[in-house]
């Protein structure tokens, strides 16, 4: 599934701000505060304050010029120590770019930016998935997030193809993954647990899907 | 040397209970290395455990995460599974103990023997899919246990007597010095605080919840408890709490009833062991701390409730007692029936108040405790030759299911070990009066005839089908009837329940290969019905031997008692 982004096909302009603080404007959209972006970002931190205390991995939807993610990595290292991670989504590759190139801002290496164009793409990021399964706390950019809406709407109610082909990306080991390559074109995964339930003849990878399908399963 | 993989995949009860396998198998072979493989969720219980190389984890609850949530692709379940196993299965371990015999645990048997070289003990699958036992004794695990009201043997000796292990004393559980010298510094300075003389005074540990309602001992028999034991002189209840939520508010609610008088002990499994060690006795329902107070070496009152599992899994400590609704009353599913908390059946505080300080010896009454209205029994774990059983002590429980109940391992030990246990025999006949063991036997000779017939009936069903394949119709008819003494409440279900479990693993090729199969089956179920027979004239003999003795003893006390 391709989905465009709004950003993507609207102009990027760079402003300055009263502070000389670049700005990215999209569409006509300023996506930080034309005046004082650290002040703005120091308070939309504060705003949501009460979620850092207690969660100290942040997923946030949207990238802009990166003053909100300055200030929120500033406030999990003084609530969290080291014990922090923060993901960025964000689907516009010219903005990416240009905050690459300007990079006025910039963080530790427990911040990663993800950015792709495809909804599907950043559930394929394997660091990514990994942290989405530890249950983040989700702090969208209100700005970029007005701006790409339907986008973060996307993302956040996507449906991974549960075909088997679509499944061997991410099988690490190849024993297992050619066995799974084995399975009919199209197959999904209900249909491999069944097809090997009723097989005459297991094999050794057999017993292990069978177990994945008994433990999805079992109350 | 032998390194072995236990696989328990159930939650923290069962792992702590693992403890007791390890034990023997290092006690019979000091130099192995023994891991296990448990869910990621039961770790915390795992790692404290003694006797461990390795603890691996399956992190189940990611796994089920990655294939419930749709956003992921279900390729990060099948990886994550793969990834959890990639280490053990290059472990290369030589044996894999499938401890939890559960589905996934099978599946994952037969995963991890897949290299020749490795042996199973338990029960795995075949490739064609049918169950592979690996002795006699997993068959009473597996097919018996499960299926039969008596329960033979509890999980724990049963899992022993898969691995022909003899039990040996669990090791305790890992604990920290500094937690078990600050938690006996509190504890004592709380005994102090009642008496001056601290060794006249006993901590009562009160475990408030399990992970069940229907297991729980009512609140309002929890603050009845907590009265008595306040009101006497050689007790101070505290109350043992895990750090949850529900647990906290349930301790407040206690407390605000008690003035905040009372002591509530908040801790997690790395300090739990430092507490029970400094305690005296724990009053607890069907939880994971029962299991580790019998590892720790513990006394508790085990209050058993709801479908707590009393015979598969109960106490195990001599030194403990558990009190149920008598055996043949219980309904272990917990849905209905004795056992679920309706007021009617309510526990009477004063029986559990009474039978820990039995367990204390702070009283000498003994366990008859008279209440007319209670229905709940005094069950104690006693030792035997293969493991422990639970003896009824007290209470209004029926003998002749009593009888049976116990008599049922007897049956199992002399068909696959071909001996009875005679001190085990004499316990029994010792325990209950000769005219109502004698009235079981009898009706227990009937129903094992009805199976005998049965038997014949399907030998010759099959030798007619041999012959001539339009008789197959009779055979399948009478095998049926034959598979049908299974739901019997008799004792003879035992021995067709074994022949059902076999009948319903094989694995033959051609239809010839199966009768041939079949007969040899039924001629071991008839072996099996010699084994009951040898077992009831056993008991009778040795009844009849303790009723004499007993006359011999009254008479010989009446004629000193004439003398004096």
Known sequence: MKLSTQSSTQELNVKMSKTDQPVPVLGGVHLHSIYNPDREAEGFISANEKNFKEESQVLIFGLGFGYHISKLEARLKALHGDEYRIFVIEPSKELYQRWKDLRPTSFSSRVKIVQFENVKDFFKDKELVEFLSDKPHVLPHPASFQLNESFYKSFMSFHYPTTIDESQFFVESEEYSKYLSQAPEGESTEEIFQRVKGKSFLQKHDFLTLALSEMVTEK | MTKILIINLKKFGDIFQTSHLIASIKKKTPSAEVSLLCYGESYSAAKILKGLTTVHT?????????????????????????????????????????????????????????????????????????????????????????STPYTPYSFNDCQHLISDLSPAKADGVKSNKLHDQTALNNLNRLRKMKNEDISTTSIIGIQLLSGDESKDIPKEVLVRTIELIQASKEMIPILLIGPFPKERALANELNATFDSKLVSVEADFIAL???????????????????????????????SLGGAPLFKQGSNNTQSAIISAPAHMRNFKGSLGIGTKSDEYDINPNLVFHTARLLLGLSTEGFNFEDEKSIHCVYRPTKVLDGVVLMPISGPFNDAFEIRRLLCRSIVQKTLKGVLDENYITLIANRFEKAKVTKVINEEKEALSGVT???????????????????????????EKLLSKCFDNSLSAIPAMMFRAKIESLNSNSMQENFKEVEGLLYELKDNLQHSIFTYSTIERVSQEAYTNKRKATSLDKQMDERV
């Not at chain 2, 305690?279 to 009152?301: E, G, N, P, R, Y």
Request: charged content about 25%; overall charge neutral.
């Open chain 2, 273 to 303: 062991p430092s507490v029970l060690k400094s305690i005296d006795l724990v009053v607890t329902a069907d939880t994971s701390i029962k299991h580790l107070c019998d590892i720790q070496d513990t006394a508790c009152v085990e209050v």
């Open chain 2, 453 to 479: 017939k049965e038997l014949l009936s399907t030998l010759r069903g099959l030798i007619q089908t041999q012959e001539n394949n339009s008789k197959a119709p009779l055979f399948i008819a009478a095998l």
């Open chain 2, 58 to 146: 399956i992190d189940r609850k990611k796994i089920i995460s990655f294939f419930k949530n749709s956003i992921y692709s279900d390729g990060l379940a099948f990886n994550q599974i793969e990834k959890s196993l990639r280490t053990v299965l290059d472990t290369k371990f030589d044996k894999v103990i499938n401890y939890s015999n559960d589905k996934t645990s099978s599946y994952l048997t037969s995963y991890l023997c897949s290299n020749p070289e490795t042996k199973f003990e338990g029960i795995r699958f075949t490739e064609k899919q049918s169950i592979s036992y690996s002795n006699e004794y997993s068959v009473i695990f597996n097919d018996v246990i499960t």
